[in-house]
């Protein structure tokens, strides 16, 4: 049951699909050395939707405007976008 007075900062909700870097955090031999990046899928509220990055918050808070758990991703790793919402 919704509340009148509550208000949600962000109403825009996508799922992107972007590549990413990959890095072992060890030492490994040239052979096993990650040769690709890793696809992969994030679903979010808009933060910000700026020329060269988009920045999707997982969590919003209707009391105090407040988002978390951010992620800024390069647009040009993006694969695919939708919008969700």
Partial sequence: ???PKEKWPLTR???VEWMDHCSHGRWVTPSEQPTGM???RTIGY???DGKTTLTLAQSQSCYTGHCADTIVIGK???TRRRRIG
């Fill in 46 to 48: 808009v933060v910000q």
């Fill in 1 to 3: 049951m919704s509340n």
């Fill in 38 to 40: 890793a696809k992969c």
């Fill in 76 to 78: 040009k790793l993006i």
């Fill in 13 to 15: 909700a996508v799922e």
